[in-house]
Nanobody, 122 residues
Framework: QVQLAESGGGLVQAGGSLRLSCAASGSIFSISAMGWYRQAPGKERELVARITNGGTTNYADSVLGRFTISRDTAKNTVYLQMNGLKPEDTAVYYC????????????????WGQGTLVTVSS
C-alpha cells in the first residue's frame, strides 16, 4: 500500500560523497518517522540515521558528523547526505518509513524500500 523508491546509490571512492533519496508514495495519511538503515556483507541491518515527525534526529556513532538526514514533508521524501565516505560504509542502504495510511480510516504502516547499493572503494 505504501511504496518507497530509493535512489542515489553507486560506486564512490573513499572520501567522496553521495546523496540518497527516498520518496514514499501511496495513500499516506501521515508519517511518524523516516530513516535509513544499512546492511553490510556478513552483518545485520543497522540504523544509520532517523528523523521523526517532530524533527528529532538520531545517527549511528559511526556516521555522526559525516552523514546528514533531512526530509521534505510535503514530498514525503527523506534524504541522506553522505560525506567523507569510508570503505566501511559499503552496504545496501534501505529506506524505512513509519506512519499511518488510509483516507476514511487510518492504519499504521512500516514500509521498507528495496535498497540501494553504496560501494566505497579505496
Amino acid at each position: 500500500q505504501v511504496q518507497l523508491a530509493e535512489s542515489g546509490g553507486g560506486l564512490v571512492q573513499a572520501g567522496g560523497s553521495l546523496r540518497l533519496s527516498c520518496a514514499a508514495s501511496g495513500s499516506i495519511f501521515s508519517i511518524s518517522a523516516m530513516g535509513w538503515y544499512r546492511q553490510a556483507p556478513g552483518k545485520e541491518r543497522e540504523l544509520v540515521a532517523r528523523i521523526t515527525n517532530g524533527g528529532t534526529t538520531n545517527y549511528a556513532d559511526s556516521v555522526l558528523g559525516r552523514f546528514t538526514i533531512s526530509r521534505d514533508t510535503a514530498k514525503n521524501t527523506v534524504y541522506l547526505q553522505m560525506n567523507g565516505l569510508k570503505p566501511e560504509d559499503t552496504a545496501v542502504y534501505y529506506c524505512n518509513t513509519q506512519g499511518f495510511r488510509g483516507t476514511t480510516l487510518q492504519y499504521y504502516f512500516d514500509a521498507w524500500g528495496q535498497g540501494t547499493l553504496v560501494t566505497v572503494s579505496s
